[in-house]
């Protein structure tokens, strides 16, 4: 991991314990090549979590917005998780 990315998740990790008591529901946001190979890996990466996953196509269909509301244990299981989807080719966390 480079040192910019290491950084950002340090200042996430901060952020999300001071703004929530553990365990927490957590809103991860993605955007994804529309190819449904893709989209099922992220519904897979939180497969028996009890996650609310919502799939939207884009206009042109290229990409799928996927919204994953899902009960974290803390800041640490979070990142995990973005870290465990980032190996998604074409992934993009918001």
């Not at 990315?5 to 001071?18: A, C, G, V, W």
């Amino acid at each position: 991991m480079d040192k910019k990315t290491e950084e950002f998740y340090i200042r996430l990790k901060e952020e999300l314990d001071n703004s929530n008591a553990w365990p927490a529901e957590y809103l991860y946001k993605f955007i994804v090549p529309s190819d449904s190979h893709k989209i099922a890996q992220v519904e897979a990466a939180f497969n028996q979590m009890g996650a609310v996953i919502k799939t939207t196509q884009s206009k042109n269909g290229n990409f799928t917005s996927i919204s994953v509301n899902v009960t974290m244990n803390s800041s640490q299981q979070v990142i995990d998780k973005y870290l465990e989807v980032s190996t998604i080719e074409g992934i993009i966390s918001l």
